[in-house]
Every structure is written in structure tokens, then in C-alpha cells.
């Protein structure tokens, strides 16, 4: 009788939130990023998890505790912008397609509601098979730096 091993479980990585406290979770959980962040050079690897559901994600650095980024997935949230990614950008990530790409913008958030607002204009690309990262910068000009959230259109 042969026995076949069963594949080695990720290692645990212990992450520091801002808002759950220390979690553990698979080192192939986290998301690293291709290309660093504007202004934080250094972080490459990242937590995406949700404290309530929805189209909101923070975006938690496992390396420094008191970087976070509250993301909103902006298709989910129904904004629906016309962003044209391109296809360098998909393959940077691991992406063979559009399809395989999660999109996020990052809020701004504000004590006033009527002040959330997102970047459209430089989204974060997510490879949803590969767990790489990379943040963009469109050239799109209609696609506004500070678009407040109170601005979107009712769902039908």
C-alpha cells in the first residue's frame, strides 16, 4: 500500500489589526504587492479582511501595525466607473484576464459622511488566483481623485 503525503499547510502569519486585535492566518493569505505603495516603500505585504459585510475591505500591512487602508470595491458598491486597466497591469499581477482581477479604490474616511470619498482615478488591482498586488494611476481624466460617496446614484 502506498501512502501519499498530503500537501504542506501554509505556515501561520500573526498580523497585528487595527480593528480585530492579533489574528493568525496562511502566509498564502496575505497579498503582496508588485509594486509598492506611493509613500511606503517598505510594506509589501498585506491582510485584506472585512469587519462587517459588504463592499468595504481594510487593507492591513503585516510588517507595520499602524498602516491600514479602508478599500471599497467600487463595482460592489454599485459606482460602476469605466476603468480601462491595462493589460501590462493584469499580467504584472498573475492575471490572465480582467476577470481574475479584483478592483479597489481607497476611501477616504471622515467623522462627516457627506466627506467619505475614493480615488477612482488610482485603483489597487488584486490578482484573486495569486494574491499579488499592484496600484495604478490612470490616465483617464474623467475619473475623479475625490469622488464623495454621497454623490453616487441610487441602485435600482
Known amino acids: 500500500m502506498t501512502m501519499c503525503a498530503a500537501p504542506a499547510a501554509s505556515p501561520l502569519v500573526r498580523v497585528q489589526t487595527l480593528h480585530r486585535g492579533p ?38 500591512s503585516v510588517d507595520d501595525a499602524a498602516v491600514a487602508f479602508c478599500l471599497l470595491d467600487p463595482f460592489a458598491a454599485g459606482l460602476d466607473p469605466d476603468m480601462e486597466i491595462a493589460a501590462s497591469d493584469i499580467a504584472d499581477i498573475g492575471a490572465k484576464s480582467a476577470a481574475e482581477v479584483t478592483v479597489y479604490t481607497v476611501l477616504v474616511l471622515d467623522e ?25 494611476v490612470l490616465n483617464d481624466q474623467t475619473l475623479p481623485i475625490r469622488f464623495h460617496l454621497r454623490d453616487a446614484k441610487s441602485r435600482p
Request: aromatic share 8%; glycine share 4%; no cysteine.
Open 23 to 60: 489574528v493568525e492566518v496562511p502566509e498564502q493569505d496575505l497579498v503582496t504587492f508588485v509594486s509598492p505603495l506611493l509613500g511606503f516603500e517598505n510594506l509589501k505585504r498585506f491582510l485584506l479582511y472585512q469587519t462587517r459585510p459588504g463592499p468595504m475591505v481594510w487593507l492591513q
Open 112 to 136: 462627516d459622511p457627506a466627506q467619505i470619498r475614493t480615488n477612482l482615478r488610482a485603483p489597487i488591482l488584486v490578482g484573486k488566483l495569486t494574491q499579488r498586488a499592484k496600484q495604478v
